[in-house]
Each structure stands twice: as structure tokens, then as C-alpha cells.
């Protein structure tokens, strides 16, 4: 048995992107999202300096952002994780789970400060609400049903198949 506080594996403790705007960053994760604001540090940094910024995601993990001001960041700052290297923008995103009752109410909050679900869709195993961030960052609400399959003997196989084998 692990002791108090210790895993048995590496489990998340924070994900962190950089921010483009950080008021509206803050509106979209704490007034829309809900996540309380828990840690911010302030740090000198070359000729700048830089705001680490971290949000409680309610199961000891965070999403974090850093906002930075003359500390190395190109201009204009580019954030968006997929569509800034060339990607569709569903493949690097932030997946957060949500429940039946929390799913409606987070979608209310969201749209309230202007945010609402792009797209909503049933992979089977969960539904799926898809909305950008201010950072270009998608979010996806994950509501699971009944959650992820494990068959890890068939997810290897499938590692490297390809849809004709």
C-alpha cells in the first residue's frame, strides 16, 4: 500500500500552457470553468519577469499558465498548442472530466462570460463538449459513459496497425 500522499505510478500534478491574455484566461478557467485559483507566483526573469498562475482541478492536480512579460517569449506570443505548429486543432487539447450534473451547469457558466461548445461528440464511450479557450487551446468536457475501455492487450495490438491490416 503507498503511503499517504504517494502513488503507485506518476499521476498528474499540473499542466501548464503560456497565456496570451491573462484576464481573459482567468474568466474562461475560473468565472466559466469554475476552477478556483489557488497559487500564483511572481518571478524576475531576464529583463522581465513572469506570473505562474495555477487552478485547482479538484482531485490534487492543476491546470497552470504562465504570463509573461520580457521573458524570452516571442511577439506576438503564440499559444495555441495545435493549430500554431500546423495541427488540426483537436490534437493537442485539454480533456477535463465532467458528470451529469456538473456538464449543464459548467456549460451555463461558459456561456455566460461568452464561451459555448463548438461541437458535441458521442465517441461511444463518452460524450464530448468541444470549446476553444482564449489561448487557442481546445477544451474538451468529457463526460464519461461508461469511460475509457481497457483492453491493454488490444490496445497493443492496435498501436501500430493501420486501417487496411
Known sequence: ???????????????????RDLDETHRFYHEGLGLPLVHTELTRWDQGYFRHLFYDLGDGSAIAFFDLHDAGEPTPIRTAISTDLGLPAWVNHIALRVDETTKPQIVEQLAAVGYA???EIDHGWCVSAYLTDPNGILVELCLDRPGIPVDEAEAERLMHATPDA
Open 117 to 119: 461548445p463548438e461541437i
Open 1 to 19: 500500500m503507498p503511503e499517504p500522499g504517494a502513488t503507485a505510478r506518476p499521476a498528474l500534478h499540473h499542466v501548464a500552457f503560456a497565456t
